[in-house]
């Protein structure tokens, strides 16, 4: 990151003044708006990489709360790191401010200190979230200036197609710049195969239930999805095609691993096998293995030999007997649950064979 981009949102300019004079000498860019209102264009027209909100206008004590609404805007129209500096942190309410990359400072003695303690702790996720932003915006702009080319060529004669293509084909086309895992290199976290929360308001096949009623530390009490997607679009005009949803029942790791065929191995060659005939290819044996994420799903696997029917109506049903959706596989782990089911309710059945005569066989060969 070049310059840190600051924007203070405060009515209170002798509040601020002695963080801006302390950050003038870090070559920090900082800028200081009074308006509470102007403050949601400043975030889109300036783009900072953190804001320093205050949340009353006025006297702290008879002020009105104008930074919780400041606070919203700025959650839903471009979210970057947010220090609250204010003398009234009382009146804050929002439950969305235990993000992370939120913190809380309150104004008085030692808090201008603080203040700069915060700023110098968010920095470095502020300049990974500038970083992520630059490249989702390169990628925007290459995946609009590639599909306006085809859109111009089939929709000559018709201006309304021609951009509604545009829109339709840049936003599938930057789905797959996204997409394109290569282009930002290095391995996937375990956890990175989740899209949390889910995307599509429509289930789909590799969604993570839980049931309502249920903790977050029960694997037992989770689902994966394997009804295919194109089954389970309910709309205003569509109705699913199907009134009950397949999916696996999930367990501890510790049991399924204990029903594969090399579930009893030595614990020093366990780890060993575990890594390259499960994690590696994705399932072994009819269990996927699923990758824990903290307070939300635990690490667990689906067994996908034991299966059970929910009624679509009780997805998203939050009282007792119904599932809530807590994340969706990304592409192409979704794809991968497809294949894994296939090869474990597809497969033919062969009757056993002699394999150590057969591999006599092929030793003698090598």
């Not at 000559?156 to 339709?168: G, N, T, Y």
């Not at 969604?207 to 694997?219: H, N, V, Y």
């Not at 394997?226 to 949803?245: E, I, N």
């Not at 959706?325 to 009757?351: H, K, N, T, V």
Request: proline share 5%; aromatic share 6%.
């Amino acid at each position: 990151m070049d310059k840190l981009r600051l924007l203070f949102v405060d009515d209170e300019e002798t509040d601020v003044n002695p963080a801006l004079r302390r950050l003038k000498g870090t070559g920090a860019e900082c800028r200081h708006i009074q308006d509470f209102d102007a403050a949601i264009d400043q975030v889109t027209t300036i783009l900072p990489d953190m804001v320093i909100l205050d949340l009353v206008a006025g006297d702290p004590s008879e002020g009105e709360d104008e930074g919780s609404s400041v606070f919203a805007k700025i959650w839903e129209r471009r979210f970057c790191p947010i220090i609250f500096f204010s003398a009234r942190l009382d009146i804050l309410s929002d439950t969305r401010a235990d993000h992370p990359f939120i913190r809380q400072i309150k104004k008085g003695p030692g808090g201008v200190e603080r203040l700069m303690n915060a700023i110098a702790e968010l920095r470095p996720h502020a300049a990974a979230m500038r970083t992520a932003e630059d490249f989702v915006l390169r990628k925007a702009a290459e995946a609009l200036r590639d599909v306006a080319t085809y859109a111009f060529r089939v929709h000559a004669a018709d201006e309304k197609a021609r951009d509604d293509a545009i829109i339709r084909s840049g936003r599938r086309r930057l789905a797959a710049l996204m997409d394109n895992l290569s282009a930002v290199g290095g391995a996937l976290a375990s956890w990175e195969q989740y899209v949390i929360p889910p995307v599509s308001e429509h289930a789909q096949l590799g969604d993570i239930l839980r049931k309502a009623t249920a903790t977050s530390e029960d694997p037992t009490a989770f689902r994966l999805v394997l009804t295919p997607s194109c089954d389970l679009v309910a709309t205003k005009d569509r109705a699913p095609k199907v009134k009950s949803v397949l999916v696996a029942r999930c367990c501890p790791p510790k049991k399924g691993i204990a029903q594969c065929s090399w579930g009893k191995a030595k614990a020093n060659k366990l780890g060993d096998k575990i890594k390259s005939m499960m994690l590696r290819q994705g399932y072994c044996e009819g269990f996927v293995p699923l990758a824990g994420v903290k307070d939300h799903i635990p690490t667990m696997m689906a067994d996908l030999r034991d299966l059970r029917l929910i009624p679509f109506r009780q997805i998203g049903a939050e009282g007792r007997g119904g599932y809530v959706r807590i994340a969706s596989l990304d592409s192409p782990f979704r794809e991968l649950i497809a294949w894994a089911y296939m090869q474990s309710a597809c497969r033919p059945g062969l009757p056993d064979r002699d394999y150590d005569a057969w591999w006599k066989e092929i030793e003698n060969l090598l």
